[in-house]
């Protein structure tokens, strides 16, 4: 007997036709999505293994980031406008991260886990041929704030935020260094018109381990930012304050206050820009202007003999177009610091020199020449030691350009110097390491 395959549809099309009507009448949901991801795979082809990769997201890439990222990594970013009425706006920003160190699994757990041919990981020292730990992935939240543009009747033009964010932060995209990255809790107003230019204020929090207890520190944020012919200039000022309990006093846990200054000249060049920058640091900030966190876990720990009480950086960088088919990033870096006591012979310091020259061959291909070099003395080494890097990519992108985005690599790239000797295991020089690599943001 054949079945009637229709006897269920009188129940169900009045539940069918409420559903259509309540949809139809929601406004739609308009959220914005944006993000950034790379990922890729990659090998040592003179003595196997893993790829040795030199630099990081917490330490800088100072020989350039092409074919020395030996990660995946991904910030998803989601955000909408939740209220306008009368020129105010109030709206929501949030951002996920993923990153995962080891690349060798389909497996990568949230929870720091990680499974390699059967044998858990997990809380274990195991170490790939690079010293980096088999772990899982790990997933963080990075930005949740509200911001409302022109709610302070006396400030049009300008907006109020609260909540977990990147702050206004500056960075060489190459190197993936952010010398100015005060990020974290906080509160501001920003984009408040005065004079020829826009001054922003804002209190964040950074709370940093110190012993076996957690210290409280704030930092006060004050930017300006105004035209100097066809340039801008921005002057940003932070000064930190460790917040210590009762408790911590009384434990005589070392804090002092520290400044960190910079000075940006940011101009339209040969098609691209160039931004020209001065920053110095002071007592417990005292490492701002050393390494590569520009004002964030480096911004006013508790001060405490060992550190670096000064620091002080200058630095050039941009991408311009060299005609034609031709393309250029660069960037010249050098930082000094100054010991709290005389912890080495020489005071610390680091010279980066990093070009980037690409020649688009259409409008998705295009050839990445990279080559890179370091020379740095370390605040608690006596030995100086250099860097030296010369990587080339394959590229096929969305559109030709420098920044193109989506892009996928296929890279080959040489280490040489101290580093990459101490780096491998077997002590060989200038090995050629060969991998691919997504990168995109939207």
Known sequence: MMQNNKRFFPNKLPLAAAVTAAIMATPAIAVEFHGYARSGLSTNTSSGGEQTCFGSGANGHFVGRLADECDTYAELAFGDQLFSQDGKTFRFDSMVSYEAINQGNDYQAFDGADDVNGVDFAGEETTRNNGNPYSGGEVAVRQLYVSGTNVIESLPGATLWAGKRYYKRHDVHQLDLYYINNSGY????????????????????????????IVQNNKLDLRYAFPVGESTLTLAGIYGMADLTDEQEAADIMDEDGFFGTVELATGFMGGFNKFVLQ????????????????????????????????????????????????????????????????????????SVVARPIYNWNSVTSTALEIGYEDVHQPYNDEETDLQKVAIAQQWSAG???????????????????????????????????????????
């Open 186 to 213: 906080g509160a501001g107003v920003e984009n408040i018109q005065a004079g020829a230019g826009q001054f922003s204020a804002a209190w964040i929090n950074f709370d940093k381990q110190e012993s076996d207890t």
């Open 280 to 351: 110095y640091a002071t007592d417990s900030l005292g490492e701002a202007a050393f390494n590569n966190q520009g004002g964030n876990s480096s911004l006013n720990g508790p001060y405490y003999p060992g550190t670096l009480e000064k620091s002080w950086r200058v630095l050039n960088h941009g991408v311009i177009k060299l005609g034609g088919p031709w393309e250029l990033g660069y960037s010249a870096l050098y930082s000094k610091g100054e010991t709290y006591g005389p912890i080495n012979e020489e005071e610390p310091t680091r010279l």
């Open 400 to 442: 030709p350009g420098y920044w193109a985005r989506p892009v996928i690599r296929a890279y080959a790239a040489a280490f040489f110097g101290d580093q990459a000797e101490a780096a491998r295991s077997e002590g060989i020089d200038g090995d050629i390491q060969i991998g691919a690599q997504i990168e995109t943001w939207w």
